[in-house]
Nanobody
Framework: GQVKESGGGFVTAGGQVTLSCTVS????????ITWFRQAPGKEREQVLC????????YASESIEDRFRVSRKAAENSLELKVAALVPKDTGTYYCAAARRHRPTCTQLEGAGPSDYAWGQGTQVIVFV
Protein backbone atom coordinates (compact mmCIF):
# COMPACT_ATOMS: atom_id res chain seq x y z
CA GLY A 1 0.00 0.00 0.00
CA GLN A 2 0.92 3.60 -0.47
CA VAL A 3 0.25 6.56 1.77
CA LYS A 4 0.44 10.23 0.91
CA GLU A 5 -0.05 13.27 3.09
CA SER A 6 -1.12 16.68 1.87
CA GLY A 7 -1.90 20.02 3.43
CA GLY A 8 0.22 21.80 5.97
CA GLY A 9 2.44 24.81 5.42
CA PHE A 10 2.85 28.05 7.34
CA VAL A 11 0.02 28.80 9.74
CA THR A 12 -0.54 31.63 12.21
CA ALA A 13 -0.76 30.69 15.88
CA GLY A 14 -4.37 30.39 16.91
CA GLY A 15 -5.38 29.30 13.44
CA GLN A 16 -6.35 25.95 12.01
CA VAL A 17 -4.73 23.54 9.60
CA THR A 18 -6.19 20.65 7.64
CA LEU A 19 -4.08 17.67 6.64
CA SER A 20 -5.14 14.75 4.51
CA CYS A 21 -3.88 11.21 4.35
CA THR A 22 -4.72 9.33 1.16
CA VAL A 23 -4.28 5.58 1.01
CA SER A 24 -3.95 3.45 -2.10
CA UNK A 25 -3.31 -0.23 -2.63
CA UNK A 26 -5.04 -1.04 0.65
CA UNK A 27 -8.67 -1.54 1.54
CA UNK A 28 -9.36 1.81 3.15
CA UNK A 29 -12.40 0.59 5.06
CA UNK A 30 -10.33 -2.15 6.67
CA UNK A 31 -7.34 0.04 7.45
CA UNK A 32 -6.40 1.57 10.78
CA ILE A 33 -4.52 4.83 10.30
CA THR A 34 -2.23 6.58 12.74
CA TRP A 35 -0.98 10.18 12.65
CA PHE A 36 2.46 10.87 14.06
CA ARG A 37 4.41 14.08 14.30
CA GLN A 38 8.03 14.96 14.78
CA ALA A 39 9.01 18.34 16.16
CA PRO A 40 12.41 19.76 15.17
CA GLY A 41 15.15 18.03 17.15
CA LYS A 42 12.76 15.62 18.83
CA GLU A 43 11.66 12.05 18.36
CA ARG A 44 8.57 11.14 16.42
CA GLU A 45 5.49 10.78 18.59
CA GLN A 46 2.07 9.31 18.02
CA VAL A 47 -0.73 11.86 17.89
CA LEU A 48 -3.76 9.70 17.36
CA CYS A 49 -4.95 6.39 16.00
CA UNK A 50 -8.10 6.13 13.91
CA UNK A 51 -9.37 2.58 13.83
CA UNK A 52 -11.04 1.00 10.82
CA UNK A 53 -14.16 0.95 13.06
CA UNK A 54 -14.14 4.73 13.17
CA UNK A 55 -13.00 4.93 16.79
CA UNK A 56 -10.20 7.41 17.46
CA UNK A 57 -7.70 7.04 20.27
CA TYR A 58 -5.90 10.27 21.12
CA ALA A 59 -2.45 10.47 22.67
CA SER A 60 -3.59 12.90 25.37
CA GLU A 61 -6.52 15.02 26.48
CA SER A 62 -4.86 18.15 25.15
CA ILE A 63 -4.60 16.51 21.73
CA GLU A 64 -8.21 15.42 21.88
CA ASP A 65 -9.28 19.00 22.62
CA ARG A 66 -7.84 20.36 19.37
CA PHE A 67 -7.40 17.50 16.92
CA ARG A 68 -10.25 16.05 14.89
CA VAL A 69 -10.28 13.35 12.23
CA SER A 70 -12.86 12.35 9.72
CA ARG A 71 -12.87 9.51 7.22
CA LYS A 72 -13.71 10.27 3.63
CA ALA A 73 -14.33 6.84 2.20
CA ALA A 74 -15.06 8.07 -1.32
CA GLU A 75 -11.58 9.62 -1.42
CA ASN A 76 -9.79 6.85 0.53
CA SER A 77 -8.57 9.55 2.85
CA LEU A 78 -8.43 10.49 6.50
CA GLU A 79 -8.67 14.20 7.18
CA LEU A 80 -7.01 15.72 10.24
CA LYS A 81 -7.99 19.17 11.45
CA VAL A 82 -5.95 20.87 14.11
CA ALA A 83 -7.44 23.94 15.75
CA ALA A 84 -6.00 26.63 18.02
CA LEU A 85 -2.48 26.00 16.76
CA VAL A 86 0.46 26.83 19.00
CA PRO A 87 4.15 26.97 18.07
CA LYS A 88 4.81 23.58 19.68
CA ASP A 89 2.55 22.05 17.02
CA THR A 90 5.32 22.82 14.53
CA GLY A 91 6.78 19.71 12.99
CA THR A 92 6.51 17.10 10.28
CA TYR A 93 3.25 15.19 10.37
CA TYR A 94 3.31 11.60 9.17
CA CYS A 95 0.44 9.34 8.28
CA ALA A 96 0.87 5.60 8.63
CA ALA A 97 -1.51 2.85 7.54
CA ALA A 98 -1.32 -0.41 9.45
CA ARG A 99 -0.33 -3.33 7.28
CA ARG A 100 -2.44 -5.72 9.32
CA HIS A 101 -6.04 -6.40 8.38
CA ARG A 102 -8.48 -4.62 10.71
CA PRO A 103 -6.30 -4.09 13.77
CA THR A 104 -7.63 -2.13 16.70
CA CYS A 105 -5.60 0.78 18.04
CA THR A 106 -4.89 -1.26 21.16
CA GLN A 107 -3.52 -4.10 19.07
CA LEU A 108 -1.15 -1.62 17.41
CA GLU A 109 0.35 -0.41 20.68
CA GLY A 110 4.03 -1.25 20.57
CA ALA A 111 3.95 -1.75 16.81
CA GLY A 112 7.19 -0.92 15.04
CA PRO A 113 7.74 1.16 11.90
CA SER A 114 7.67 -1.93 9.68
CA ASP A 115 4.10 -2.63 10.79
CA TYR A 116 2.95 0.41 8.82
CA ALA A 117 3.01 1.82 5.33
CA TRP A 118 4.30 5.38 5.71
CA GLY A 119 3.81 8.62 3.90
CA GLN A 120 6.69 10.99 3.29
CA GLY A 121 5.36 13.53 5.78
CA THR A 122 4.06 17.07 5.50
CA GLN A 123 5.35 20.08 7.39
CA VAL A 124 3.34 22.36 9.59
CA ILE A 125 5.05 25.54 10.74
CA VAL A 126 3.22 27.65 13.29
CA PHE A 127 4.40 31.22 13.70
CA VAL A 128 3.38 33.94 16.10
Amino acid sequence: GQVKESGGGFVTAGGQVTLSCTVSGLSFEDTTITWFRQAPGKEREQVLCNSWTGYTKYASESIEDRFRVSRKAAENSLELKVAALVPKDTGTYYCAAARRHRPTCTQLEGAGPSDYAWGQGTQVIVFV
